[in-house]
């Protein structure tokens, strides 16, 4: 089992930057392949950023990738999300997930664990 524990989240003005952290524990967190995630009220949970297991690469939205970062502390066992820019249509419970068997997986499953989730609201 791995638990995930994300924070960093809140409500910000349009434009404002926000980093969200996810703390795992339970397993070896290089074995995992972690990824972000969002779902807004009404709407199916979307991909956001990935980034395998050494950290060294690492894929986004296409709506995302010029204003978000995706990173990772090995050591710390965290993975982060910069998040820049940001626009009311950000607005989402964000989600962080583990995959033991992807490279850079996008797809929410194949994900085999997840977190709670951490609000971020933006206003206009």
């Known amino acids: 089992q791995v638990q995930l524990v994300e924070s960093g989240g809140g409500l910000v003005q349009t434009g404002a930057s926000l980093r969200l952290s996810c703390a795992a524990s339970?397993?070896?967190?290089?074995?995992?392949?972690m990824g972000w995630f969002r779902q807004a009220p009404g709407k199916e949970r979307e991909f956001v950023a990935v980034?395998?297991?050494?950290?060294?690469?690492?894929a986004y939205a296409d709506d995302v990738k010029d204003r978000f970062t995706i990173s990772r502390d090995n050591a710390k066992n965290t993975v982060y999300l910069q998040m820049n820019s940001l626009k009311p249509e950000d607005t989402a419970l964000y989600y962080c997930?583990?995959?033991?068997?992807?490279?850079?997986?996008?797809?929410?499953?194949?994900?085999?664990?997840w977190g709670q989730g951490t609000q971020v609201t933006v206003s206009s």
């Open positions: 980034i395998n297991r050494s950290g060294r690469n690492t």
């Open positions: 339970g397993r070896t967190f290089t074995d995992y392949a």
């Open positions: 997930a583990a995959d033991r068997q992807g490279y850079l997986p996008l797809r929410h499953y194949e994900y085999d664990y």
